[in-house]
């Protein structure tokens, strides 16, 4: 009987090991919702397999009970649930239910991440860097070398940095051109050009995006924010048009340009108006900036629902602990709905001023997300600004939506990229 009790109370003294670790998502339960995506990349990237429960808890995640992930866990502040056996077959069983907006969704290999970012510091912060780096993601920065020599091959997913594809130095020439940063980055840029073997930076910003596009439809996934989003359209609609002032490219831009726009070649925008003032701060009629009528004390943009069994990817890109999501400002803040083409998915909106704040389609084998605005917890930014300590927002709904497209291709099947 002694051996008995001695063995009763040892069993008792073990931690107790469940068949999953529940990471949840919701608004109450958990620490740290940035972290929590860092630690299910993490599970990928380690071998394991895990499970996105769309709609369940604010989009929580399904992971295999291993000692190394629960400390993981532990280690960076994300808040978990230990279930048994019977409990996770019991939450499995729901979701599927057909009475439930859910749906179980196998994670099964980490995506390759790339971002596109000019070497060297920048006076301006990058809100996807930002993000990667807080909840630990890992990823590697590309240029337009490494892009015009084909290695976006290497990768699965490509985030655009705020860059000016249509070769005006990102409108910055106003306010900026005396600046020693302007004067060494178009400096920089034309040798870079002139290296790649272009005549205009204009010229080899084309190339770039038309090899990002070729990425996008050979199977890859595309993340643009801010002025990445449309510049990248208006460079590929605006192929073998002049459309740079002297300024921008030593010569005057063509006449009638506008005429010449070829909106078939975009992927997302249509029938836009290109601005031809150079001081201006502004690229087009897409974006909504300077058409906004939204007090900042209103300015809150709505994610859309969608039926988790059937809009299996708009739902993964929308998980979130709130379907209400605080507006923030970019140089490209929002997408004027108007010009939004009709097979482009609008996923969240702007009400009271009928803006379009994040997109998503498919474009060839892969896809791409639009996401308006710089920083999600910066309302309005301003070059020189010191960048966000996300320590302090680690339940950012706005920075969420990032790491859901960084998510998504772990749960796609893997295409071939030619």
């Not at 060494?184 to 205009?200: F, M, Q, R, S, V």
């Not at 998915?345 to 704040?357: K, S």
Request: hydrophobic share 40%; net charge negative.
């Amino acid at each position: 009987m002694k051996k008995l009790l001695y063995l009763f109370l040892f069993l008792v003294g073990l931690p107790v090991f469940g068949n999953s670790i529940l990471i949840p998502m919701d608004e109450t339960s958990q620490k740290n919702h940035l972290k929590a995506y860092g630690i299910t990349y993490w599970v990928l990237d380690k071998g394991y397999k895990g499970s996105w429960l769309l709609n369940y808890r604010g989009g929580s995640f399904l992971l295999p009970d291993v000692s190394e992930i629960r400390k993981e866990c532990q280690i960076r502040g994300v808040s978990f649930e230990v279930l048994s056996d019977a409990e996770s077959q019991q939450i499995l069983a729901d979701i599927s239910s057909p009475s439930q907006n859910m749906e179980t969704v196998i994670l099964e290999k980490a995506p390759k991440i790339a971002v596109y970012s000019p070497p060297g510091k920048q006076p301006w912060d990058d809100a996807v860097t930002m993000v990667l780096t807080y909840a630990e993601i890992p990823f590697k920065v590309v240029y337009d070398e490494e892009v015009l020599s084909d290695q976006l091959i290497l990768y699965d997913w490509l985030h655009l940095h705020h860059e000016d594809f249509t070769g005006q130095y990102g409108k910055f020439y106003a306010n900026y051109r005396n600046m020693p940063w302007y004067i060494e980055h178009k400096k920089d840029a034309e040798a870079l050009a002139a290296k790649l073997g272009y005549a205009k930076v204009s010229q080899e910003k084309l190339a770039v995006a038309q090899k990002i596009r070729d990425f996008v439809i050979g199977g890859g996934f595309m993340f643009a924010m801010c002025s990445a989003t449309d510049s990248f359209d208006i460079a590929l609609a605006a192929e073998g048009v002049d459309i740079c002032e002297t300024m921008f490219d030593g010569d005057p831009s063509e006449a009638n340009y506008q005429q010449k726009i070829d909106f078939t070649k975009t992927f997302a925008f249509k029938d836009f108006i290109l601005d031809r003032k150079p001081e201006h701060y502004e690229f087009s009629s897409i974006d909504m900036t300077e058409k906004r009528i939204v007090p900042f004390e209103k300015d809150y943009f709505t994610l859309m629902e969608f039926s988790a069994k059937w809009d299996v990817i708009p739902s993964m890109l929308c998980q979130n602990h709130t379907a209400l999501v605080k507006g923030f400002m970019g140089q490209s803040t929002a997408f004027d709905r108007n010009l939004i083409k009709s097979n482009v998915l609008v996923m969240g909106e702007c009400q009271i001023n009928g803006e379009a704040r994040y997109i998503h389609a498919q474009k060839g084998k892969g896809f791409f997300t639009f996401y308006g605005g710089h920083d999600p917890e910066d309302y309005q930014h301003r070059v020189g600004d010191e960048p966000t300590d996300l320590n302090l927002h680690p339940n950012s709904p706005g920075f969420r939506l990032i790491l859901n497209n960084i998510l998504f291709p772990a749960a796609k099947k893997k295409h071939q990229k030619t």
